[in-house]
């Protein structure tokens, strides 16, 4: 009888923890559908469990989210030739899940720093992609998860040393090239102008707006048009948004929020076709990532 109420205490937790293990496997890779089947795959491997080896787990939510690692390093190690057949760049997808973006003040379990505002903004996510599968999976589960160098020398097959070093490699990325100085309001603020003088075509604003050095990205997948190449330098980022909006003259650019920080969204008879995601740095756009993709942006209609 115990044993049974157990059963049912640990099923309440383990379904309980969904929300919470997609947003992980996000970060992992990217994807809400590559998250999403990383959960599930978690969920199968669980139920095949014998009751007897159910019996011998002592957490397991701890043995979800290990259990989910494992398939997210997999997938990571996988996703390199996917990427390497992809028309133009490739972006992380967007999401707008205000849920997963809490005060870290509030937290108290340490994976939820990992789903606070700042840990889903799109500047981490596309560092978080630059980083090795391996090098990614050990800065995450030793900074957020808080696990030793040797459980994570399990799940990506290096020595303790090792994974040690691939931790202080993506903690060193993350301060050099994921920088986020500007307050949210500041940052909306300026999304704000840039929206403003983006619609009114108002180049003297953009000017005003746009770091002399910015830079801008776009991910159509190959299925819409978008940039080939990163954008680099104002006046190339200028006559792009410019030209975009003349050519779809019945474009809504709204106001909303993109990874939990301050975006803008783009719709077409109340379709969303864009999301744009942007980094702010001395009162300036220094960085856009515009994604047109529509397999990307599914969850935004």
Known sequence: MVYEDRVCEDRTKIYSERSKLESLAYRF???MPDAEDAVQETYLRWYKL???????IVSPIAWQRTTLTRICFDKLKSAK???EVYIGEWLPEPVSHNEWCGSVSELNDPVDHLISAHSVSMALMIVLDKMTPAERVSFILHDVFQYSFE???E???RTPQACRQLASSGRKRIKQE???TASPEEHKRVNHAFRNAWITGNIKELIAVLDERASAVTDGGGIVSAAIEPLFGRDAIINFFLSAFERQHDLQ???GMVNGESGLIGKVAGHTITVISTHVTAGKINEIWVMRNPEKL???H
């Open 29 to 31: 890779l990217g994807t």
């Open 50 to 56: 014998t009751q007897a080896e159910r019996k011998q």
């Open 81 to 83: 030739s996917k990427r």
């Open 151 to 153: 459980e994570i020398g």
């Open 155 to 157: 799940i990506v097959d």
């Open 178 to 180: 994921c920088n986020i």
């Open 253 to 255: 650019i709204e106001e």
């Open 298 to 300: 599914t969850a935004w």
